[in-house]
């Protein structure tokens, strides 16, 4: 229960409303006090939360003595929020970047815990438009595989080294590292070093644990290392090749 209501409080909801809200669904209609019993909000501030959700249109108070209350069902709560969601983020898209004042963007961002690095690996190879390099293990292969398959179908160039043995088929470009289990001894870590476009790069540690830190820059310099890291891995990669 308590990460549905910080998911409510996610799209605009407070923490009263969201417990009052939920109250409803398991009860209406239902009084001001049975919502206090119910929701576990003071009785004090049940009737100033019920006023703003009934002026959001989320509550219909039916009249009578004493009022009674219902909720809006939430798939048209959730339509609703969607919808105002996506208007404000279309509205933002049109107007932030007319203020912004930088000309590059050279700072490093830190992306901490696993979900949300390979979330924005995930933006990076959507949203690649020429070429893709990437440097990474078989766990997040397979995470990001159908990603980099969606972008070798729209004509991007995808480049692979891997640490593991997972075959990727439909990306041509693969090569495999072989030394896993001594890296691994010795980092102790899985590390992911993605470069789209030539012009950012996301690197850094990537563990299950949800406590990886990764960077993501559009710095030159970086972006420069970190390809020549990757070329310098499959350069090494193919000569092994030629050996065996």
Known sequence: MDELLKEMQRIGFTNYEAKIY???????????YELSKLSGVPQAKVYENISRLTNSGIVLTIAGEPAKYVPLPPEELLKNAQNKFEKSINTLRESLPSLSTQQHIDYAWNIKGYDLIMQKASQI??????????????EEAAVLYNDLIKAINRGVFVSVMIYGKNKMEGIDDIHYHGG????????????????????????????????????????????????RYIEHEIYISKNLDKRK
Not at 125 to 136: F, G, Q, R, W
């Open 125 to 138: 190879i959507n949203e690649a438009k020429d070429n893709i390099m990437v440097s990474l293990w078989d």
């Open 180 to 227: 896993e289990e001594t890296l691994m001894k010795q980092v102790g870590e899985r590390w992911l070093t993605l470069v789209a476009d030539r012009k950012e790069v996301l690197t850094g540690q990537v563990t299950p644990k949800n406590d990886g830190v990764s960077v993501w820059t559009l710095n030159p310099s970086i972006v420069f290392t970190s390809s």
């Open 22 to 32: 939920v109250a409803l669904l398991q009860k209406s209609p239902a009084t001001g």
